[in-house]
């Protein structure tokens, strides 16, 4: 094939073109410093720019959205810090103005600083962050707490403020006020004690809070034992059959008189128990205790020892010390006495007079030894608390020991005298531990306060804007239960029932945006002595204080200070979750920085050019160029043959 001038010129020309082209190009990338300025320069390359784009945009964003959580969580810290600050004052004020030392007057203007507290609590609830509401929940345009005359209302909603984070993670940036303000935090009543009184017909099933008494358990169930300690009997009482506390009571006092025991009876105490009405017989036995003696001044046994003389040649000592019991000192002034010379010393003994009321010595011999009982020092006074000093002519009859009464009551088996309240050792007359009756709804409101119910009167209960005053003191009022419904049919959004503890009333808060306040009307008690006194929540326990301060109702400001505590407490966790919040925007946002580095590195590594290696290619190109355009013009030289042709 013939190469013509005209083809070489075109494929001299092709290729100078592409060569300029490429240096075009790479002057293009020399000044912008990127490898890809058209999609075309790198087809695969552009994709991944792309995506790369993607993802540091969307981290922008992220890290716009934690900029704008992190503004709500400090400034709900800093609304937090003046809470705790105005509740810790609140405290202390409560604390000093519950004692005794202030007066009215100081009160009041106490209660006008605690006004000035609530005050603020209201402005700080409806505060806003960038023209927003930040406890409003989505009404971020209104306030969210109002102030009633004796409550708060919340006027916002429940809804979460939620910004993404992350891909796929949200978190919630905005508190509720009604979660902050009206929650409720204790349950008026909860741990309230009404004191159900325990009578004859109270069934053993509901004592000690519905547990019952131990009728069943052990070898002899139901089986407790009643010891004289003084006379030496013991009865043995079975109750397993018992149903009531009569039973109770009953079983006990027909066993006792069929042992012979005759100077103990039970009864039903004066609060919730059973007692024991003791009589002192006065009588001894051999088992009675030294201690006992004197009426409970006892005997002195330390060193303890005593003279029998006849005033010559006969000097006995007599050593009772150690000695706990009658039987004790018998025996060992029996034992003194036979092995002391003369051998008519064994003749002389001691024991119980005829009436048990004392001790007895008796010198048996045909002819009496003349014998005296005397102190061995002066300044031991044992033979006198034994109540046989004197002379044994030839009997000494001592006098009376009157020994207090000396009872003990153990169990058998099982747990019955413990549930009974009446388990151990007593000396007088006898009281019972507290049965501690379950509070059911059919116990009458008389059988209250340990049988000697309350005085009954108004009490009257806030909810936010709405009031009811409550009478009490209704005759139609007799059972637990119509005290529950009376309070139940009020109206207002509350539910009365028995404590988890059955023991007492509460009254539970069924709205959650309104406050809770329960108080006494005039100078009556009822509510603190029914426990159900205050309020539950952190804006009502400041408004129960004002009140209790106005009122100069010491006890009332007295019985708030566990319920400030609470509220401090529930501030401080409030806070604490809004530190955690920010804490994990923090490290979140650290997560973001390190993930936009890394995708700004890949984009660089996709996107940008090699400047080093560009200039080099950059001046190589162009000295091809140069050597192309010499060397066409060579190859290309134009003659007059070209001409012709």
Same mark, same amino acid.
């Given at each position: 094939?013939? *190469? ?24 293009? !990338? ?77 009160? +009041? ?13 209201? !402005? ?60 409720? =935090? ?21 004592? !000690? ?42 079983? %006990? ?47 002195? *046994? ?117 549930? =009974? ?36 009167? +108004? ?24 005290? =529950? ?8 959004? %509350? ?53 209790? #301060? ?9 019985? #708030? ?45 996709? +996107? ?28 290309? !030289? ?8």
């Amino acid at each position: 094939m013939r *190469v013509s001038s005209s083809m070489m010129a075109d494929r001299v020309v092709f290729n100078m073109q592409r060569s300029l082209r490429r240096f075009f190009e790479m002057q293009t !990338q020399m000044s912008t410093g990127r490898r890809i300025n058209k999609p075309s320069d790198d087809p695969l390359g552009t994709l991944r720019d792309l995506d790369y784009r993607k993802e540091l945009a969307g981290i922008a964003q992220y890290r716009s959205n934690i900029d704008a959580a992190t503004n709500w969580q400090g400034n709900y810290d800093s609304v937090f810090s003046d809470l705790g600050d105005m509740l810790s004052t609140a405290k202390e004020r409560a604390v000093s103005m519950a004692n005794d030392t202030y007066t009215a007057d100081e009160r +009041e203007a106490v209660a006008i600083e605690i006004d000035d507290i609530i005050d603020r609590f209201f !402005q700080i609830a409806n505060s806003d962050l960038g023209s927003k509401s930040i406890f409003a929940g989505y009404k971020t345009k209104s306030d969210a707490l109002t102030a009633t005359a004796n409550g708060a209302v919340y006027r916002g909603d429940f809804g979460r403020i939620e910004f993404e984070i992350e891909s796929s993670s949200r978190l919630q940036v905005n508190l509720i006020g009604a979660d902050v303000f009206l929650k409720e =935090l204790m349950v008026l009543g909860a741990d309230a004690d009404l004191n159900a009184g325990v009578s004859g017909t109270t069934l053993l099933s509901a004592l !000690q809070n519905g547990n019952g008494v131990d009728l069943t358990q052990g070898a002899t169930p139901g089986t407790i034992t009643l010891s004289d300690r003084n006379l030496g009997i013991t009865s043995t009482i079975d109750l397993s059959a018992a149903v009531t506390v009569d039973d109770v009571i009953n079983t %006990i006092n027909a066993q006792l008189t069929a042992d012979g025991i005759t100077d103990v009876v039970a009864t039903m105490g004066q609060g919730n128990n059973i007692m024991f009405d003791t009589t002192a017989s006065g009588q001894i036995s051999n088992i009675t205790s030294l201690a006992v003696l004197n009426s409970g001044a006892g005997v002195d *046994v330390e060193p303890g020892k005593i003279m029998v003389s006849d005033g010559g040649g006969i000097n006995v000592e007599v050593d009772l010390s150690g000695s706990a019991t009658i039987a004790d000192v018998i025996a060992k002034f029996n034992a003194a006495m036979a092995a002391a010379a003369p051998p008519q010393m064994a003749n002389v003994s001691i024991g119980l007079n005829a009436t048990n009321t004392g001790l007895e010595i008796t010198d048996a011999n045909g002819v009496p030894l003349n014998l005296t009982i005397s102190e061995f020092d002066t300044n031991e006074n044992t033979a006198a608390d034994l109540g046989i000093q004197g002379a044994i002519d030839p009997v000494l009859t001592g006098s009376d020991l009157m020994p207090t009464v000396s009872f003990e009551i153990a169990e058998t088996s099982g747990t019955t005298a413990a549930d =009974l309240g009446v388990l151990g050792e007593f000396f007088a007359d006898f009281t019972g531990d507290d049965l501690d009756p379950q509070l059911v709804a059919t116990t009458n409101l008389s059988d209250l306060n340990s049988g000697n119910g309350f005085s009954w009167g +108004e009490i009257v209960i806030h909810q936010g804007d709405a009031t009811r005053t409550l009478d009490l003191s209704d005759p139609g009022l007799v059972t637990v239960q119509d005290l =529950l419904d009376r309070i139940n049919n009020s109206g207002l959004d %509350i539910t009365a029932s028995i404590n988890g503890d059955g023991r007492g009333i509460q009254i539970t808060n069924d709205d959650p945006t309104r406050s809770l306040i329960i108080e006494d009307v005039s100078d009556s008690r009822l509510t603190k002595e029914m426990g159900i006194y205050g309020s539950g929540d952190v804006i009502g326990t400041l408004m129960v204080l004002s009140n209790a #301060l106005h009122d100069n109702d010491r006890e009332g400001v007295g019985d #708030l200070l566990d319920n400030l505590d609470f509220s401090i407490s529930h501030l401080l966790n409030a806070r604490a979750k809004t530190g955690a919040r920010a804490m994990r925007l923090e490290m979140t946002a650290a997560r973001l920085r390190d993930s936009e580095l890394g995708y700004t590195n890949l984009l660089s590594n996709v +996107e940008d050019a090699d400047i080093s290696k560009l200039i080099t290619d950059l001046a190589t190109l162009e000295n091809n160029y140069q050597a192309s355009l010499m060397a066409a013009a060579k190859i290309i !030289q134009p003659s007059l043959l070209h001409f012709l042709k």
